[in-house]
């Protein structure tokens, strides 16, 4: 069976300066698509915050991009 190299979780860095991590969930075997990423936010606990979803088939280049704009939102709507 050949496997796939894939990436691991991607960190992303926020306009305030934090971090976001984006992890991706896979499609079959030798897809490079990705089916859902969660987008999660660094509490006391690690980056156990997931504050949204993001459903695919997307790549993981998107993914982060739309992760990034998600957080990024987020912060702002708690700071305004």
């Not at 069976?1 to 992890?23: C, H, Q, Y």
């Not at 660094?42 to 992760?67: L, M, R």
Request: charged residues 25%; aromatic residues 8%; proline residues 2%.
């Amino acid at each position: 069976m050949m496997s796939v190299d894939r990436p691991w979780d991607e960190f992303v860095t926020l306009k305030n300066g934090k971090r976001a991590l984006i992890k991706c969930f896979w499609g079959k075997q030798l897809s490079s698509a990705v089916i859902k990423a969660r987008v999660l936010i660094e509490d006391s606990t690690g980056f156990g915050t997931i504050i949204g979803e993001i459903d695919g088939p997307v790549t993981q280049q998107e993914a982060n991009e739309t992760g990034l704009e998600m957080a990024n939102n987020w912060y702002d709507r708690r700071s305004g």
